[in-house]
């Protein structure tokens, strides 16, 4: 199985399908491919939600704002899963999701040939390079099953691949973890976290663990005072609310319409959740 | 072959792939994720229509605006095919257009495991279900196809699955039928119709069957003379007209334009159909 | 394999693969489905972009402004590959990009029942023509799959097919090609061309080979100084800027913005530009 993540919209992703299909019948699935343009660390955010209920695959991500730079395209193994992308750091969260310890990532640059400006990186460097990795792994399984999922089979395919070569030190990306100041009974009392995305929907999803805030009637967001709930039904249509996704985030959202409008709050934005116990 | 439904947009679909891909490697097809959201109304009309094309399938549709209190999950068996989705009515509209007769229509309830409030229900619940259902099926049918599109095989296969049980009174949805008046030679001189969806295009599709409007020149929508034509070419660019889509009913359209703001017209809105035999 | 090519949206094209999966099990693989609306140009544009990097498929391709007519529906052969479209000439453009040469592309007409006017010819028509095309392929193959990528195998299959009758005169569609006047060392000195093709983003797509442009500082793009570079990130973010794509053509496009917008060009418009080797 390949995997498949852009922010190319489309046709551009078919034509990576078409190039796969020339060298291998693996099945393919769609990610996303109308991620936000050129915003690898919300690619990080959305893959690293994603790719952990996949069984062992090759994951090609391709959100590319160096695409003509030098930036290296590199090969991350994560567990029995491999992640083929971009070195900008969009690889690692994800990573760090898939392998059960750190220990168990290691990545790989891939040569590229000079590339001419009408180079697609996605159909010329990143879809045949994936294609070419979920074929070496499933050579070196050939006849059994269980060699594919297993992490050192998969580093060893890896390995005595040609074009790839051991890198030391890929480009990280790492999520911001919220400040908290907490009351004299231990509890979080303040809150200062960070936007990490805006879904389809425009629910601003934060760094701030739903713990922190699941069991409350009120929090202020950026001082305006806004029920917390766990269904968007609990409140009026149109109205503000706080609830917790199900990537275990707390997120400002609006019933029936957009968070990211209503709160003003965009990726990236520092948010400031502050307790308030009113009842009402 | 499972076929997936939804109003999540992406990547959460992709989430739930991945847990099927655990199951099984049934074939798996989009019927479309960008559905209106939390519109059970509009998606039990959707599938209606595309889900009568397939093959006997698993389908799983996920418009949840009840996501969060107490509705439940449902498995609905039509003929030989299965639907799984929440107890909203969402299924029973094209259950009927799977099965020969209504008898051939029953349902299950499923077991599910008191959901934290950060469950993904299409990840955790339907996805997973439906994966089962089809494993279930498929393994009633090992070695002979002609089981897995056997009405009664089927039926088997989830009454013996452990945490489905019989369904007595599932939510039903039904169309509303407009209402006709006819003239002294029965011909319909006026109909009361609904709007049952809005398509990409902003076409305005109505209950109103496409008999009633056919072949007449013009009729008035609520109020307003407008041309009865095949296809959208028979105005300018930029007029109205009423044509009759491939569903088979009557819609009210705009050339080369979106007809649900030109009629002012939104799903459940009231629209009415009056005989004019204008000639110009 | 059966590619699939749409100005529909969603869920229709799923209805187009229930009826396909009652035919083949061949492998789907969408192209797009939001090309825009009734432009057979643009979709030719696409397809000529994309399809050349499938091995031999059959494509399903329905953009079709001439629904209701009497158009024809055709297939295609160019090489080993066919594709499946309305007679209003998007076919030829990719079936040129298939074929070595030009006497290696030839089509039949698809015999169509009368259509009753809520015909959905997507589904009714072209998936189940592409589905016996595709059937008719394999089982030519059966057991030798060299034979499904031999020419006159393909050719073979397509005239013994009952409802295919030899189309003499299809429809074709030819791009404009830009015309250029030189200055006396043979440079390009001004080139009008045209708009092929806006993509999801607003890059401007122009049929002007983007040899015509790249190594230059800077052009006049219908009389305005815009600077040419290689990748969007040297300029400054919402500042113009003509690129080379990887179809090989310049583009008009706007660093994190809308070159559509900005240029206000629009698919069909011309477009002038003039060499300007200013230095600053």
Redesign the interface.
């Known amino acids: ?1 390949i ?1 498949l ?1 852009s922010d ?5 992703p ?6 796969i ?2 060298h291998t019948d693996a099945e ?8 936000p ?2 915003d690898p660390r919300a690619a990080a955010f ?1 893959l690293r ?7 062992p695959a090759v994951h090609c991500a391709v959100i590319d ?5 030098d930036r290296d395209a590199i090969v991350v193994r994560a567990g029995s899963h491999a992640i083929v992308a971009p070195d900008n750091g969009l690889a690692m969260p994800p990573a760090r999701a898939l392998a059960a310890e750190e220990s168990d990532i290691e990545a790989w640059s891939i040569a590229v040939d000079d590339p001419a ?4 990186h996605g ?1 010329d460097v990143f879809a045949p390079t994936a294609a070419r990795v979920r074929e070496a792994v499933d050579e070196r399984a050939a006849g059994e099953e269980s060699i594919a999922t297993d992490p050192e089979a998969v580093a060893d395919a890896l390995d005595a691949m040609d074009d790839l070569s051991p890198a030391s030190d890929p480009f990280d990306l790492v999520f911001p973890e919220p400040s908290v100041e907490r009351d004299g009974d231990g509890d979080a009392a303040a809150i200062d976290g960070e936007v990490l995305a805006i ?3 425009g629910n601003v999803i934060t760094n701030v663990p ?1 713990e922190l805030v ?1 069991g409350r009637d009120w929090v202020r967001v950026d001082g305006d005072l806004t029920p917390v709930a ?4 609990a409140v009026d249509p149109g109205e503000r609310l706080v ?6 985030y707390a997120e400002c959202d609006v019933n ?1 319409g957009r968070g990211d409008g209503a709160f003003d709050l965009r990726p990236g934005d520092s948010v400031r959740f502050v307790a308030d116990n009113v009842s009402l």
Request: glycine share 16%; proline share 7%; charged share 25%.
């Open positions: 199985m995997t993540t190319f919209g489309s046709p551009y078919a034509a990576m399908k078409g190039v299909r020339r393919l699935i769609d990610v996303a491919h109308d991620l343009r050129g959305w939600f994603v790719l952990p209920e996949f069984p704002p160096g695409v003509g730079t400006s009408e180079t697609f159909r879904d389809r929907f739903g699941r766990e269904t968007f039904g609830t917790v996704g199900s990537h275990g029936d």
